[in-house]
Nanobody
Framework: QVQLVESGGGLVQAGGSLRLSCAAS????????MGWFRQAPGKEREFVAA????????RYADSAKGRFTISRDNAKNTVYLQMNSLKPEDTAVYYC???????????????WGQGTQVTVSS
């Protein structure tokens, strides 16, 4: 199991940027694919981005392509989500999660963090 703690959320104006971090503990982090999901009030948790264990493969939701970048530093046991050109519709709680292999499917991810709130004002 991997324990995950997100940080970096906050309030930002539309068009601004934020970088989310997810610190992991546990020996399996470097062998785990990682993903970011988000959940807005009254909506289902949805996929945002994912990265393979070595960082060589990435996946993005259509809503994130061209604006968000996922990356990881296995030496620091940390995965990042750089979010640029933020929109009010990006407002949500953002969660990081770990999986055995890279995936866009929520049920493939077995370990989850507690989430960090991102609010984008118009």
């Amino acid at each position: 199991q991997v324990q995950l703690v997100e940080s970096g959320g906050g309030l930002v104006q539309a068009g601004g940027s934020l970088r989310l971090s997810c610190a992991a503990s546990g020996r399996t982090f470097s062998r785990s694919a990682m993903g970011w999901f988000r959940q807005a009030p009254g909506k289902e948790r949805e996929f945002v981005a994912a990265i393979s264990w070595g960082g060589g493969s990435t996946r993005y939701a259509d809503s994130a392509k061209g604006r968000f970048t996922i990356s990881r530093d296995n030496a620091k046991n940390t995965v990042y989500l750089q979010m640029n050109s933020l929109k009010p519709e990006d407002t949500a709680v953002y969660y990081c999660a770990a999986a055995a292999t890279i995936s866009t499917i929520r049920s493939d991810f077995g370990s989850w963090g507690q989430g960090t709130q991102v609010t984008v004002s118009s």
